[in-house]
C-alpha cells in the first residue's frame, strides 16, 4: 500500500474550516456568554422564591460547573461519534433544560433544570467546538481560536439587553421558554461541523478489533490445550487480559500519562487556582450596580460594554499571540493576562459610581478577552493536538470544583459583610497569585525544556560524539608527544624490562 494510505489529511487551514469557525462561534459564544447573561434575572428570581445571594448564586455555579466538569463525558462522546452528533445532541438538551425551567416552582428545580441539563447541553457545545478548530487548523490556530472565542462576547452583548427586554414583556418565566427556543440553535451550528479524515477511522477501528478478537481466541485456545497437559489457571489469565483491555480501552478516551507531563500539570494546578476568582465578578456585576442604585437598563448596559471590548480583544490577542514574538512564548503572555484579570477586581472597589463601574467594565472586558482567547491555545501548545482532546477532558473536570464553589463563596462574602467590595478583592487576589504562579513556573519549564533539547541533541548527534573522541585522542597526543625528547625514557624502559626478564 501507499505511505500515506489510511492517513488522515492534514489540516487544511482554510476552506471549510472558516465554515467551522462560524460553528465554533456560535456554539462558544452560548457555552460561555449564557450563564453570565442569566444574570439579568436573579434580583427578581431571588425575590420570587425569597433566597439569599448565595443561594441564587449556585444556578450560574452549578450550570459552569456542569459545563466545565462534564468535559470527559464530551471527550469521550466526541472520539466515539464524532463532533458533529455532540453538538447537535448538546444543543438539543439546552432547549430542554430551558423550557424545562419556565415551570419550575422551586429554587431547587432550578437548579437541575438550568443548572445540570442545560449545562450538560453547553458542555456537549463547547468541547468539540475547539476540538474542530484544532483539526482544521494548524498555522492559523491561534486566529482561528481568537475568531471563535469572540462568540462569547458577541452573545453576551446580545443576550445581556434581550433578556432585560424579554423580562419587561414577558416575566422570566416566558423569557426562559423563549431563551430556549433560542439555544435550538446549536443544532444549526453542529451540523456546520463536517469531519475530517473521518472515512479511514472505522476501518482502522474494526481491523483492530477483529485483530483483538482473533488474537483472544488463540489464546484461549493455546491456554485450554496447555491446561489439559499442565495444571495452569487459565481464567486468572483471561481475567487479567480483560483488565489490560479495559484500561486500554479507557486510556484511548482520557490519556492519564498526561498527569506526568510538567507542562500540563503547571497549567492545570494554575487555572484550577484561577478559576476560583474567574467567573463570580460578572455573575455580580449587574446585580452591584442595581444595589448600588443604578437602574436595570443601565446595569445590564454595564454586561453589555464588557460584551463589546471583549468582542475586539479576542480577535485581537489572537492576532499577536501568532506573532513571530509571541507564540514561542505564549506562556508568559497567558500569565500576564490572568494577573491583569486580577488587578482590575483590586482596583473595582474604587468604583463608587456609574462613571467607574464603566471604566471599570473596558479594562475587564480586554483582560477577560485576554484570558479566554489564549485560555485552549495554550493548552494546545502545551500537549499537542493529538493529546488535546483528552487534555481538554482532564482540564475542565478538575476546574469544575472551583468554578462550582466561586460565585457562592463571592455570594456568601456579600450576605455576610453586606458589601459587594470583598468579593470583588478576593477574586483579584486569587486571580494575581494564579498569574503569578503561572509565570514562576513557566519560566522553570522553558528552561527546564532548553536542557534537555541540548541533551538530547548532543545524544542524538554522532558528529558530537566522533568530534569529542577525536578531541580526546588529540589532546592525548598533543600531551604526549612522540619525539626525540622521549628517547632516554624508553631506552630505561627496555632496560628495565631486559632486568625484569632476567630475574
Not at 113 to 139: D, E, H
Not at 285 to 295: E, Q, R, T, V
Request: with cysteine.
Amino acid at each position: 500500500p501507499p505511505d500515506n494510505a489510511g492517513r488522515a489529511p492534514g489540516p487544511p487551514d482554510g476552506g471549510w474550516g472558516w465554515a467551522v469557525v462560524l460553528g465554533a462561534f456560535v456554539s462558544i459564544g452560548f457555552a460561555y456568554a449564557f450563564p453570565k447573561g442569566l444574570a439579568i434575572f436573579f434580583k427578581e428570581i431571588q425575590d420570587f422564591f425569597d433566597t439569599s445571594y448565595s443561594e441564587i448564586a449556585w444556578i450560574s455555579s452549578i450550570m459552569l460547573a456542569t459545563t466545565y466538569g462534564a468535559g470527559p463525558i464530551s471527550s469521550i462522546l466526541v472520539n466515539r461519534y464524532g463532533s458533529r452528533p455532540v453538538v447537535m445532541f448538546g444543543g438539543l438538551l439546552c432547549g430542554i433544560g430551558m423550557v424545562s425551567a419556565a415551570f419550575c416552582t422551586s429554587i431547587l428545580q432550578l437548579y437541575i433544570c438550568v443548572g445540570f441539563i442545560t449545562g450538560l447541553g453547553l458542555a456537549l457545545n463547547l468541547q468539540p467546538s475547539v476540538i474542530m478548530i484544532g483539526k482544521y487548523f494548524l498555522k492559523r490556530r491561534p486566529i482561528a481560536n481568537g475568531l471563535a472565542m469572540a462568540g462569547s462576547p458577541v452573545m453576551l452583548c446580545t443576550l445581556a439587553p434581550l433578556n432585560q427586554f424579554l423580562f419587561d414583556n414577558f416575566g422570566w418565566r416566558g423569557s426562559f421558554l423563549i431563551l430556549g427556543a433560542i439555544l435550538l440553535n446549536c443544532c444549526v451550528a453542529g451540523a456546520l461541523f463536517r469531519p475530517i479524515g473521518a472515512a479511514t477511522a472505522p476501518v482502522k477501528a474494526q481491523v483492530t478489533e477483529e485483530g483483538k478478537d482473533a488474537l483472544k481466541e488463540e489464546v484461549t485456545k493455546v491456554a485450554m490445550e496447555m491446561s489439559s497437559t499442565t495444571n495452569i489457571p487459565t481464567e486468572v489469565k483471561m481475567e487479567e487480559e480483560e483488565e489490560k483491555d479495559c484500561c486500554e480501552k479507557i486510556n484511548q478516551y482520557l490519556d492519564f500519562s498526561l498527569f506526568k507531563h510538567r507542562g500540563f500539570l503547571i497549567y492545570l494546578i494554575g487555572n484550577v487556582l484561577m478559576f476560583l476568582g474567574f467567573f463570580a465578578p460578572i455573575v455580580f456585576l449587574a446585580p452591584y450596580a442595581k444595589h448600588i442604585g443604578i437602574d436595570e437598563y443601565s446595569a445590564a448596559f454595564l454586561l453589555s460594554i464588557l460584551a463589546i471590548v471583549d468582542m475586539f480583544a479576542r480577535p485581537a490577542t489572537g492576532i499577536i499571540a501568532n506573532s513571530k514574538w509571541v507564540r514561542p512564548r505564549i506562556q508568559y503572555f497567558f500569565s500576564f493576562s490572568i494577573a491583569f484579570n486580577g488587578t482590575c477586581h483590586l482596583l473595582c472597589p474604587l468604583a463608587s459610581g456609574y462613571t467607574g463601574l464603566v471604566v471599570y467594565s473596558v479594562f475587564f472586558g480586554l483582560a477577560f478577552g485576554m484570558v479566554c482567547a489564549m485560555l485552549f491555545e495554550t493548552l494546545m501548545d502545551l500537549v499537542g493536538a493529538a493529546r488535546f482532546t483528552s487534555a481538554v477532558g482532564l482540564v475542565t473536570i478538575a476546574e469544575c470544583c472551583t468554578i462550582l464553589l466561586g460565585p457562592p463563596i463571592g455570594g456568601i462574602l456579600i450576605d455576610t459583610f453586606g458589601d459587594y467590595k470583598y468579593m470583588f478583592i478576593k477574586c483579584g487576589a486569587v486571580m494575581v497569585l494564579a498569574g503569578t504562579f503561572l509565570f514562576i513556573m513557566n519560566y522553570y519549564n522553558y528552561r527546564l525544556l532548553a536542557k534537555e533539547k541540548k541533551r538530547k541533541a548532543k545524544e542524538e548527534d554522532p558528529k558530537s560524539v566522533r568530534t569529542e573522541n577525536e578531541g580526546r585522542n588529540n589532546w592525548n597526543k598533543e600531551s604526549m608527544p612522540d619525539g626525540p625528547e622521549l628517547e632516554p625514557l624508553k631506552e630505561e624502559q627496555e632496560e628495565l624490562k631486559k632486568e625484569v626478564n632476567g630475574t
